[in-house]
């Protein structure tokens, strides 16, 4: 089975930063990889899918790459919306989500 | 505008039986497949199942494989979740996603539900 991680874990970052994630798989992946937004007591909210691409609607400040095994989401100047929990999900198989990254206020 | 809305969670007993449901708005319902996704307390994103357009096809996590069934009603609008032989461990908020796209499913989840709690304690 696919085996997802995530790091940081956790990071803690001020509003302008620029911001990265790393996903990686266990096993190639190829492209089939999406990022989601969750804020507190709210649903996740798609950001990017098939690794790179944009989800209509979304800020051009995210943006992702990779394939394979290793991924990474960017948040070029973090903005104070987007402080937030991260997850990526895999859709190569049956869908799996990594445990994702916390971003919060240094 | 495009909406979906989950109804029917709560407190259950172990071993107990409850149905999810969700309805859709705003679009094409019939054209998309949809999924069922649960966060327990604290924790991450699990996906639980999804459906084909026509019901013809269905998918389930392992864990709850033979004890929870994904149905829809195409001419309601609607999703559902029966979820039976309930455990400690199935407590979560159950979303219910649109897919990514219609037609061919992409297993990415473009639209979700604000979530129905379900809690299974004694």
């Known amino acids: 089975a696919i085996r997802i991680t995530q790091s940081p874990s956790s990071l803690s970052a001020s509003t302008g930063d620029r911001v990265t994630i790393t996903c990686r798989a266990s096993?190639?992946?190829?492209?089939?990889l999406a990022w989601y937004q969750q804020k507190p007591g709210k649903a996740p909210k798609l950001l990017i899918y098939a690794a790179s691409t944009l989800q209509s609607g979304v800020p051009s400040r995210f943006s992702g790459s990779g394939s394979g095994t290793d991924f990474t989401l960017t948040i070029s100047c973090l903005q104070s919306e987007d402080f937030a929990t991260y997850y990526c999900q895999q859709y190569y198989s049956y869908p799996l989500f990594g445990p994702g990254t916390k971003v919060d206020i240094k | 505008e495009v909406q979906l809305v989950e109804s029917g969670g709560g407190l259950v007993q172990p071993g107990g039986s409850l149905r999810l449901s969700c309805a859709a708005s705003?679009?094409?319902?019939?054209?998309?497949?949809m999924s069922w996704v649960r966060q327990a307390p604290g924790k991450g994103l699990e996906w639980v199942a999804n459906?084909?357009?026509?019901?013809?096809?269905?998918y389930y996590v392992d864990s709850v494989k033979g004890r929870f069934t994904i149905s829809r009603d195409n001419a309601k609008n609607s999703l559902y979740l029966q979820m039976n032989s309930l455990r400690a461990e199935d407590t979560a908020v159950y979303y219910c996603?649109?897919?990514?796209?219609?037609?061919?499913?992409?297993?990415?989840?473009?639209?979700w539900g604000q979530g129905t709690m379900v809690t299974v304690s004694s």
């Open positions: 705003g679009f094409t319902f019939s054209s998309y497949w």
């Open positions: 459906i084909k357009q026509d019901g013809s096809e269905k």
């Open positions: 096993q190639g992946i190829s492209s089939y």
């Open positions: 996603a649109r897919d990514g796209s219609p037609g061919v499913t992409t297993l990415t989840f473009d639209i």
